[in-house]
T-cell receptor
Framework: EDQVTQSPEALRLQEGESSSLNCSYTVSGLRGLFWYRQDPGKGPEFLFTLYSAGEEKEKERLKATLTKKESFLHITAPKPEDSATYLCAVQAGYGGSQGNLIFGKGTKLSVKP | KAGVTQTPRYLIKTRGQQVTLSCSPISGHRSVSWYQQTPGQGLQFLFEYFSETQRNKGNFPGRFSGRQFSNSRSEMNVSTLELGDSALYLC????????????FGNGTRLTVT
């Protein structure tokens, strides 16, 4: 069964304290892995797409990496405005499209000033 | 450019009633997907539409249905509401089904009493 597991469930950091969020997946033929950010009361906001092992994408303080079994979202010197729930999702290869994603349950990040 | 618009934002219904939720995609986007988000299960895929045709359907009972119109706007309907249908219903649009990321609306919060 296709599955996405994110850890930790919650993470509290001090401003400037770098860390990483993990997304491990089991899927039959990965076609793409996606990271989203979700703020309270809002829909998920697209961050990155990764397609193959070894690929990396960066945006401001965030960097996403991909291996054959997991993805990491590295947060460098976070600020309070980075506080949000970060969601990982995969597109399966058996007929899944980018509209049909399998999501993890997310990591809730809190950054204290 | 306007984002994905979902109406209404909040809805309270009674068990046994039916409900229709509406989604207007980003201008030019032809693919629309629907997800249910609950604290226990996270985001779960409901259905995906492209050019008025349902491309994929998630593992939900037949009480959940949807459709897409020629202007790409979409509606989803839930009949015979159950308490467990209380959730945030998210609509997402993309340019094409397979090669562009999802952009989510802020959802409709449905409460069933």
């Amino acid at each position: 069964e296709d599955q996405v597991t994110q850890s930790p469930e919650a993470l509290r950091l001090q401003e400037g304290e770098s860390s990483s969020l993990n997304c491990s997946y089991t899927v039959s033929g990965l076609r793409g892995l996606f990271w989203y950010r979700q703020d309270p009361g809002k829909g998920p906001e697209f961050l990155f797409t990764l397609y193959s092992a070894g690929e990396e994408k960066e945006k401001e303080r965030l960097k996403a990496t991909l291996t054959k079994k997991e993805s990491f979202l590295h947060i460098t010197a976070p600020k309070p405005e980075d506080s949000a729930t970060y969601l990982c999702a995969v597109q399966a290869g058996y007929g899944g499209s980018q509209g049909n994603l399998i999501f993890g349950k997310g990591t809730k990040l809190s950054v204290k000033p | 450019k306007a984002g994905v618009t979902q109406t209404p934002r909040y809805l309270i219904k009674t068990r046994g009633q039916q409900v229709t939720l509406s989604c207007s995609p980003i201008s030019g986007h032809r693919s629309v997907s629907w997800y249910q988000q609950t604290p226990g299960q996270g985001l779960q895929f409901l259905f995906e539409y492209f050019s008025e045709t349902q491309r994929n359907k998630g593992n939900f009972p037949g009480r959940f249905s949807g459709r897409q119109f020629s202007n790409s706007r979409s509606e989803m309907n839930v009949s015979t509401l159950e308490l467990g249908d209380s959730a945030l219903y998210l609509c997402a649009s993309s340019l094409e089904p397979d090669n562009s990321p999802l952009h989510f609306g802020n959802g409709t919060r449905l409460t069933v009493t």
